[in-house]
């Protein structure tokens, strides 16, 4: 079931930034747990970087935490992504996603999130070297 609303989405060139939003209804936006996530074409998604309520967040690894920035509008309902230092390889469709929680598993700095129940539709960014 789609709840959350992605934007942002384009195609870049190596080195740039991009900032994606989402937005959602206001109890899934105040659902404990909100993350953004994404998939190449034949991969598995994967988790980028999550927020909770209290404001903790979590990045997927060290390499995503230097360049990306998790951050939520709770005026808005929104979250966001701001992404920098755009690298080919973050080539994917990028979702949002809530859930109750728990949020993540983290481990010497690499965090896996779990499985999200309410998702968007997605947006695309594309990444040219």
């Known amino acids: 079931q789609e709840q959350w609303v992605e934007s942002g989405g384009e195609s870049v060139q190596e080195g740039e930034s991009l900032k994606l939003s989402c937005a959602a209804s206001?109890?899934?936006?105040?659902?404990?747990?909100v993350a953004w996530f994404r998939q190449a074409p034949g991969e598995e998604r994967e988790g980028v970087a999550a927020?909770?309520?209290?404001?903790?967040?979590?990045y997927r690894n060290m390499d995503i935490k230097d360049r990306f920035r998790i951050s939520r509008d709770w005026a808005k309902k929104s979250l966001y992504l701001q992404m920098n230092s755009l690298k080919p390889e973050d080539t994917a469709m990028y979702y949002c996603?809530?859930?109750?929680?728990?949020?993540?598993?983290?481990?010497?700095?690499?965090?896996?999130?779990?499985?999200?129940?309410?998702w968007g539709q997605g947006t695309q960014v594309t990444v040219s070297s």
């Open positions: 996603a809530s859930d109750p929680g728990p949020c993540w598993n983290c481990q010497d700095g690499n965090c896996q999130l779990y499985h999200y129940k309410t």
């Open positions: 206001e109890p899934t936006f105040r659902q404990f747990c």
């Open positions: 927020m909770d309520r209290n404001g903790l967040i979590r």
